[in-house]
């Protein structure tokens, strides 16, 4: 291990002509040519957002051998998103390491041909035409929570239970299926729900262990000794399995296309049939990809959101009093667009809790960062939680600010939602009320997960 990390370090020593840490400054007081050598991913998220804190918003640091320049400042943010995937790209899947094609896991060509063709399908009509189905859900959601009523009372954690409710939206507005991951009225299930699930935790729990080993992007194949490690094998099983259940609904809704070819059949709303024109590995690729990368980061957003309105009863009292005044439950994305308030409450819990910390991008031809020389080769950090929580974005308190006093939204803010937050903590609340669902108040906040 120790001398392929020495290789890979002269291979960047090689490529890169300009000393970036007399350029840049930073940390310098690590190994010889291997540098900084973090201990898991949350490690490294801390360690660039404290070194940030001393070095500044442009600063060099080398990682594993690896030339780094992290960035958190944010017209140098934007200038990197901006100019992905000319100058920039996302390396953390160039070798495959996830074997699920798509917008998400794809660069170059390819992810401009996901991104041209997969696009429309988010337009507002498609979207406006998914917020019915959305409201169900919501509806089971309500009444599951109602079915833990004690004594007045309803205790709830809601990592048990909102990452059932956004399977279930997700199977309904991408494979226009419900397959009951809440099912408060107790109907009997098939094995296919079971499955569904399973090969989406699989796929999401092995491929997060997998993009850790993306510097040894061999040790993730599905072939031995690799796929002895458990956590590697999980990832290729589950999304083994997330390909032929997508294989068989999509052959299933082409041959109801094609029996309704003259005419008669009614579009569905859901994504797999606003998709069907793409190529079949990138139809069956995305549909994994919002299933997977959906879920998980959904659910905490909202927990997290939730948790927020408990510790802030003034403003959990402004966003019920909006809803009430609406006197009745959203069905359209006209009521949506009724609730303001309620969703500034939303964007400002993103923006202290973005599911992802930072984002990697590697150089792929020489530049500029803030007027000084960039090298092709070189590695760059995008500190999008630390420019989100700095004191000119609001700071790290949750509040209303501009964002929800003056009902608009806090400018120069980049919600960039591409990857997975690790130690999230789990917030249990306490929500009052047997006929309704009513005010929420923290009762146990408990340690990272």
């Not at 996901?114 to 169900?136: E, Q, T, Y």
Request: net charge positive.
């Amino acid at each position: 291990m120790a001398s392929v990390l020495a290789l890979k370090a002269l291979k960047f020593l090689q490529r890169t002509k300009v000393d970036l840490h007399a350029v840049f400054g930073g940390p310098n007081h690590f190994l010889p040519i291997l540098g900084f050598i973090p201990k898991s991913m949350d490690h490294f998220a801390r360690a660039l957002e404290i070194y940030a804190d001393t070095y500044g918003d442009v600063y060099h640091i080398k990682i594993t051998g690896m030339n780094v320049i992290v960035l958190s400042k944010p017209e140098l943010v934007r200038q990197v998103l901006d100019e992905r995937p000319k100058t920039f790209i996302r390396p953390f899947n160039k070798h495959k390491i996830i074997p699920v094609p798509g917008m998400f896991t794809t660069e170059g060509d390819a992810w401009k041909r996901n991104r041209r063709f997969g696009a429309p399908a988010f337009n507002d009509k498609n979207s406006a035409a998914m917020v019915p189905d959305m409201l169900r859900v919501s509806l089971k959601l309500v009444r599951q929570l109602k079915s833990l009523s004690q004594d007045g009372r309803i205790v709830w954690r809601p990592t048990e239970w909102l990452p059932l409710c956004t399977l279930d939206v997700l199977c309904v507005t991408t494979l226009g299926n419900d397959y009951n991951f809440l099912n408060p009225d107790g109907l009997r299930l098939g094995s296919r729900s079971g499955k569904v699930q399973r090969a989406i935790v699989d796929t999401l729990s092995g491929s997060g262990y997998a993009v850790q080993l993306s510097s040894f992007p061999w040790m993730t194949r599905d072939r031995f000794p690799w796929n002895l490690n458990p956590m590697i094998r999980k990832m290729h099983t589950g999304v083994k399995r997330l390909n032929r259940i997508c294989d068989e609904i999509i052959g299933s809704r082409r041959a109801e296309q094609q029996a309704a070819a003259g005419g008669g059949r009614v579009e569905r709303c859901d994504l797999l049939d606003k998709l069907l024109h793409l190529d079949p590995e990138d139809l069956r690729g995305n549909l994994i990809t919002f299933l997977v990368a959906g879920s998980d980061t959904t659910a905490m957003t909202t927990s997290w959101c939730l948790y927020y309105l408990s510790l802030n009863p003034h403003i959990q009292a402004k966003a019920r009093a909006e809803v009430d005044t609406l006197g009745h439950d959203p069905k359209t994305i006209a009521d949506l667009n009724q609730l303001p308030y309620v969703e500034c409450c939303i964007l400002e819990t993103l923006r202290l809790q973005s599911p992802s910390v930072f984002l990697l991008h590697e150089c792929v031809d020489d530049t500029l960062l803030d007027g000084k020389p960039v090298p092709a080769g070189t590695v760059v950090a995008v500190l999008q939680h630390q420019v989100m929580v700095s004191k000119s974005q609001g700071g790290t308190i949750y509040k209303e600010g501009v964002g929800m006093s003056g009902l608009s939204l806090r400018e120069g803010v980049g919600m960039s939602r591409l990857s997975f937050r690790e130690g999230v903590e789990v917030v249990e609340l306490w929500i009052v009320g047997t006929s309704e669902i009513g005010y929420i108040e923290v009762v146990e906040l408990l340690g990272p997960r």
